[in-house]
Structures are given as C-alpha cells and as structure tokens.
C-alpha cells in the first residue's frame, strides 16, 4: 500500500467520524436541523482559504525555484480550491434558503466576493489548460496564482468592512460565539476537511506526475512515423 | 436530521468529495495501463 493510499484511507474514516459528530453535535435553537449545514459550509470555505493560499505559496517558489513539482502543488491546490469553493457557495446557499429565505444575493458582499474567487480560478485553471505546453502553464498561471490570492483576505473580512447578511466571526480573540459542543464539532470538521484536503493534494499531484512522464515518452513515438515535411523531400 | 436541505448539503458534500477521489483514481489507473 502506498503512502497515498494511507492518506486517502485515513481521510475517508476522518470524514466518517467527522459526519457522526455532525450529525450528533447540539442543534441552534433559532435554527434548528439547518445550523448542520454549518459542519460543512465552514470547513469548506477554510479549505478554499488554504488552497488558495498554497497555490499562491506553490507559484512563488515555482518563479523561484522552476521545477515541475512546485508547478503540479499550485495546479492541485487550485483544481482542489474550486471544488470546495463550489462546496462552500452550494451549502451556503442551501442553508441561505432554508434560514435567510433566499439562496442567492449579489448584494451580500461576501457571497458576491466568493463567487468572484470561484469564477477567477476557474480562469486560473482555464489558463493553464489553453497554454501549449507545462513550462508556459507554469509561467503563465504563477503570476495569476501569486495575484488572485489577494481574494482571500478580501472574502474574509467582507463581512466586517460592508453591510452583509452575513454574521461575523463567531470565532474571535475573546471566546466563540457558540456552544461548546457545536464549536468542537465544527472545529473537528475543520480538521478532517484539511485531512482530506492533503490527501486529495498528494493523489491529484501524483496523478500529474504520472502523466507527465507519460506525455514525454509520446514525441518519441510520434517522430518514428511522422510524415516527411515538404522541405525534406529531395527534388527528383 | 430530517430536513431535506441538510440531507441535500451533506449529499452533494460528500458526494463531490467521493466523486474527485473516485475521477482520481481512474485517471492514476488509465496513466499506469498505458504504459504497461
């Protein structure tokens, strides 16, 4: 068994041991069953935070260092950033309906700003996908990837510098804002959804590795029966 | 837990979550059969 393959396991018994806690944790009296959604929502914005930020991170010592590994962590993080990202809007949204009485406003800034960061690094991975060939992808996507991580502050504290349906942190310097039992549930959840999110980086990472290395066996295969150019063929 | 938008929000969660891993693992399994 590969050490992958060790990850990828402990990250499915933490994410069942992280939906039993959920699942059990004390409901909010106002709420009800939809403050549960908030064992996911919260986890997968962090994680859309921290992918983020690794892109970023990655992408800097990509320009710093330029080999292939820092490139393959930015890709990653940023292909496993908008998956959650996509998580953190469908949940919100979910539990926006249920408790705001809405799924969607644009007017919320931090709705807004999240979609925003969504939609730029489906660009991001949009860029690398359009460009010829891996050194130009790098090249390209570790200058988006080192600017569009300014997104992250931005969608964080949205919330304190606009009006926003959105509550503040409940998390603060001077104690949380819940009861113990859904703090520890959802801070339990945060840490799984970060397991995962590792494992998930070391399989998507490998997988690149993989075929990486498959491609570059591929243009010696090609030039065996590549047809002569006009300007190879001898006049006669 | 009995609402059906928490049951839809762990659904599509964990369900994402599952899918990736799964699309993963067939793209690590085609990448090694075709350089067996």
Same mark, same amino acid.
């Given at each position: 068994?590969?050490?992958?393959?060790?990850?990828?396991?402990?990250?499915?018994?933490?994410?069942?041991?992280? /939906?039993?806690?959920?699942?059990?944790?004390?409901?909010?009296?106002?709420?009800?069953?939809?403050?549960?959604?908030?064992?996911?929502?919260?986890?997968?914005?962090?994680?859309?935070?921290?992918?983020?930020? %690794?892109?970023?991170?990655?992408?800097?010592? !990509?320009?710093?260092?330029?080999?292939?590994?820092?490139?393959?962590?930015?890709?990653?993080?940023?292909?496993?950033?908008?998956?959650?990202?996509?998580?953190?809007? $469908?949940?919100?949204?979910?539990?926006?309906?249920?408790?705001?009485?809405?799924? !969607?406003?644009? $007017?919320?800034?931090?709705?807004?700003?999240? $979609?925003?960061?969504?939609?730029?690094?489906?660009?991001?991975?949009?860029?690398?996908?359009?460009?010829?060939?891996?050194?130009?992808?790098?090249?390209?996507?570790?200058?988006?990837?080192?600017?569009? %991580?300014?997104?992250?502050? /931005?969608?964080?504290?949205?919330?304190?510098?606009?009006?926003?349906?959105?509550?503040?942190?409940?998390?603060?310097?001077?104690?949380?804002?819940?009861?113990?039992?859904?703090?520890?549930?959802?801070?339990?959840?945060?840490?799984?959804?970060?397991?995962?999110?590792?494992?998930?980086?070391?399989?998507?990472?490998?997988?690149?590795?993989?075929?990486?290395?498959?491609?570059?066996?591929?243009?010696?295969?090609?030039?065996?029966?590549?047809?002569?150019?006009?300007?190879?063929?001898?006049?006669? | 837990?009995?609402?059906?938008?928490? #049951?839809?929000?762990?659904?599509?969660?964990?369900?994402? #979550?599952?899918?990736?891993?799964?699309?993963?693992?067939?793209?690590?399994?085609?990448?090694?059969?075709?350089?067996?």
């Amino acid at each position: 068994m590969t050490k992958i393959q060790v990850m990828l396991g402990l990250a499915a018994v933490a994410l069942a041991g992280g /939906l039993v806690l959920a699942l059990n944790a004390p409901i909010d009296a106002l709420q009800g069953e939809f403050s549960r959604i908030m064992h996911l929502h919260v986890p997968a914005s962090w994680l859309a935070f921290l992918a983020f930020g %690794v892109t970023a991170v990655a992408s800097i010592m !990509w320009r710093i260092r330029r080999t292939r590994a820092w490139d393959r962590r930015a890709a990653a993080s940023a292909e496993i950033g908008v998956l959650f990202t996509a998580l953190s809007l $469908a949940t919100g949204s979910l539990w926006g309906g249920a408790v705001w009485g809405t799924y !969607w406003d644009w $007017a919320d800034p931090r709705i807004a700003t999240t $979609a925003l960061m969504f939609f730029v690094y489906l660009g991001y991975l949009a860029l690398r996908s359009a460009s010829p060939d891996a050194e130009s992808a790098a090249a390209r996507s570790s200058i988006l990837g080192i600017i569009a %991580v300014v997104q992250v502050p /931005l969608v964080y504290f949205s919330v304190n510098m606009f009006r926003s349906l959105h509550q503040g942190q409940s998390i603060r310097p001077d104690g949380a804002t819940m009861p113990g039992g859904m703090l520890v549930a959802m801070l339990v959840n945060v840490g799984v959804f970060t397991l995962v999110y590792f494992a998930l980086l070391a399989a998507r990472t490998d997988v690149m590795r993989q075929e990486e290395a498959a491609r570059a066996l591929e243009p010696a295969a090609g030039e065996a029966v590549r047809p002569p150019r006009f300007d190879e063929v001898p006049d006669v | 837990m009995s609402e059906p938008m928490v #049951i839809a929000a762990y659904v599509v969660t964990y369900g994402a #979550i599952v899918a990736y891993a799964a699309w993963l693992h067939f793209r690590r399994r085609a990448v090694t059969t075709d350089r067996d």
